[in-house]
């Protein structure tokens, strides 16, 4: 695992550098320079907590703040996120490169709505050289196993093996997208990660003083963000230090203590749950009221009065909406959906911000006898990852029961192909957004069915029949292809159709 803060100064090669420059002090300007760095941090949150107290302008404040020491600053900072104001610290925004953690990492931290991410892409690279992370493992009480090299060593060597049966897998002629369906939990992923300091600080109370933190690489993770944050922005270690240790997952709790242990079933197909009444209506009637401040009353008075004049007037008015505005007014409405989806393509949905998502944890949730097989592998090799994945759970019960190993050192024998149901809310602006992306040919597989089965949902709504037929990809919708020189074809052929409909009528 590495992980470096994007854009911070590197401290060691700068004081080479002056030091070939035979620059005399040196150890004095590089502590100086460190301290300038951190400075302009605190400056700005200091400025953004000060402004909405004191008298001036935003540039006067700036001013104050900016003649201040770092001392002072920070003092400030902590007084006020110390009231329960941390959305100054909002503005200390901070980029990471992170190498070299597994895909546990990457579904943990996505969890986190208000930060960005980037992630190498398992559908292109090919991951067989990867590289993955082995753990060291635990009894149920926490302690290091006595035979813990034994294991570590076992669980290499099967590591190892799954990674060559991707490699085979390739060979046959099987998708890296659908060869990867077999790879381990463990597997190297890297990332960029954009947060600000205030999720950061969140994320590391999350990640070192929770239960997530049995896990030992989360753990680490968090361990290795709160580095960074002593060196860079330490004026949230005081809050992260103030939070008690707490291991216990109380919604776990609550249920081990009420209710018996049921195994989970993935859903045959996306299921609507919940969803805005009169979704059309509500989307132009929300229109109407928010152009030109009419009451919900006078605004249906309106559109009933348009339709009467010219029927049309709905759907144009649908259609300046959703392909021709902000698209805002969709966000009026909302869809909660539960989702089956392979571990696999989680990250296709996830990587969608503008939806609160719940994505279940690792420990002990995955069922790992669930799981989803590629079209293309039925065909190319049947039957070789039915093995794959029925010979994975007895490798898991081995660690399990013959080495007494405890879940949270387990996790990364779940694989990507397993079956988790995810419980998402979007507003009808996002669901327009991943339909347009989703539904589209070059989609991957999963991710087309995942979002024709909300497009189905919603198109069984009554009242939703105007917003339904304005949802997935631009060829459909809108007659173009976003994807330019790399599209499918399709749009062609509708342009060639359009034109004989023309011809013929």
């Known amino acids: 695992m590495k992980i470096e803060l994007l854009g911070a100064i590197d401290y060691a090669k700068l004081k080479n550098e002056l030091k070939n420059r035979n620059v005399e002090n040196v150890d004095e300007i590089v502590e100086y320079i460190k301290e300038l760095e951190k400075w302009g941090r605190a400056d700005k949150v200091s400025a953004a907590g000060r402004l909405s107290r004191f008298a001036g302008d935003v540039f006067e404040v700036l001013g104050l703040t900016e003649e201040n020491t770092f001392d002072k600053n920070t003092k400030y900072i902590k007084r006020v996120t110390g009231m329960g104001h941390d959305s100054i610290t909002d503005h200390d925004y901070l980029v990471f490169a992170i190498k070299d953690v597994s895909p546990v990492i990457e579904q943990t931290i996505i969890a986190e709505r208000y930060s960005s991410f980037t992630i190498k892409s398992r559908r292109e690279a090919d991951f067989s050289n990867a590289g993955f992370y082995t753990p060291d493992f635990h009894d149920k009480n926490g302690n290091v196993i006595l035979n813990n090299e034994e294991a570590k060593n076992e669980y290499q060597n099967y590591m190892q093996y799954l990674f060559s049966v991707y490699s085979r897998l390739e060979g046959m002629g099987l998708p890296k997208e659908d060869a990867r369906f077999i790879l381990p939990y463990c597997y190297n992923s890297n990332i960029i990660m954009g947060v600000d300091a205030h999720t950061l600080k969140d994320m590391i109370i999350k990640y070192t003083k929770t239960h997530l933190s049995k896990i030992q690489e989360i753990r680490e993770f968090g361990e290795a963000l709160r580095r960074i944050a002593e060196e860079h922005i330490p004026y949230i270690i005081e809050e992260i230090d103030k939070v008690p240790y707490k291991d216990e997952d109380p919604v776990r709790k609550v249920i081990d203590d009420n209710i018996d242990s049921e195994e989970y079933q993935v859903l045959d197909g996306v299921k ?44 144009e008015l649908m259609h300046s909406i959703v392909f021709a505005g902000d698209k805002h007014e969709l966000t009026q409405v909302n869809f909660q959906f539960h989702v089956p989806l392979s571990l696999a393509v989680l990250t296709h949905l996830t990587r969608h911000r503008a939806h609160e998502l719940l994505v279940p944890e690792f420990a002990p949730t995955v069922d790992l006898s669930q799981y989803k097989i590629p079209p293309k592998a039925k065909k190319i090799c049947p039957g070789e990852l039915e093995k794959i994945f029925a010979s994975n759970i007895d490798m898991y019960n081995h660690f399990k029961n013959d080495y007494g190993i405890r879940d949270e050192d387990l996790v990364y024998f779940t694989l990507s192909g397993n079956m988790v149901n995810v419980v998402t809310n979007m507003n009808g602006k996002t669901v327009e957004h991943i339909l347009a992306l989703r539904e589209c040919s070059k989609a991957q597989w999963e991710t087309q069915g995942m979002a024709r089965g909300m497009h189905n949902e919603i198109s069984n709504l009554e009242g939703a029949e105007l917003f339904s037929s304005m949802l997935g990809s631009s060829c459909m919708t809108q007659g173009y292809c976003k994807e330019g020189k790399e599209s499918c074809g399709k749009i062609q052929k509708l342009q060639e159709a359009k034109k004989k409909l023309e011809i013929t009528s």
Do not use: C, H, W
Not at 281 to 301: C, F, H, N, P, W
């Open 272 to 315: 609507l749950l919940n969803s805005s009444a009169n979704i059309d209506d509500t989307i132009l009637v929300s229109a109407l009221m928010g152009r030109y401040q009419y009451t919900a009353e006078q605004a249906k008075r309106l559109l009933d009065s348009a339709v009467a004049e010219n029927p049309n007037f709905k759907e």
